[in-house]
């Protein structure tokens, strides 16, 4: 069992080590260096669109990108930060989680296609949704993954485009308000990191243990959890 989770928007720009991004063997580094082929063939309207900033800005954004490889790492799960990640609190699991969250769990990225929680990243920033990387991905994250028994996806929508698979369990986390069943939003993400921290928790083995997960009124019904709001 696999379980698919984002990465944050928000990240650490802090490196934990002197490692360049180049000598650290990274499985995808050829898809890497296509994909900053393609960010250096961007005009600068093109560049605004893809960052959503200011030009002066989406240059910066894209050098930091296009010198990937040259610059030095953290760990995935010190790179990113966020609500998701700070309700995982990483460095307070025990070692039994922290090993359970390396061996389970995988970490998507519009750059850098999959990751694990040590995989050591340099800072980067470039959303899912940019050039059409789903489809970029789509075929090589297909058969990175088509060897798992079962994936329990808990990623948003653009993400899970990036992939294909038999067995996949998706969850999410929703809201009953005036009726209405809704996205839990913002607090969807606190109720995400909290279930994930769970999981690497209890080590979890199967679908039959996500009943277990109780946090802030969410209640499991089968296929996503639900709270209902008076």
Known sequence: MLILIPPSEGKSSKNSSNTKFKDTNFIFENE?????????????????KIYGVTLQKAKQLNELN???????????????????????DWQN?????KSYFEKNIRIFS??????????LIPDYKLKMNSLSLTKFWLPILTKHLSKEDIIIDLLPQ??????????????DFKIIKDGKLKSA?????VVKGQFIKFLCEIQAKGLDELDKFT??????????FIKTIT
């Open 32 to 48: 890497v260096k296509a994909i900053q082929k393609q960010l250096s063939n961007c005009n600068d309207a093109e560049l605004q």
């Open 66 to 88: 296009l010198n990937a490889l040259e610059n030095n790492c953290s760990y995935s799960i010190e790179r990113y930060t966020g609500v998701v990640y700070n309700q995982i």
């Open 93 to 97: 699991l025990s070692d039994e989680s």
């Open 110 to 119: 519009g750059l850098f296609g999959i990751v694990t929680p040590k995989t």
């Open 158 to 171: 653009i993400h899970s485009k990036s992939y294909s698979h038999e067995n996949i369990f998706r969850i």
């Open 185 to 189: 939003g913002h607090m969807g993400k």
């Open 215 to 224: 946090f802030d009124n969410y209640k499991w019904d089968g296929k996503n």
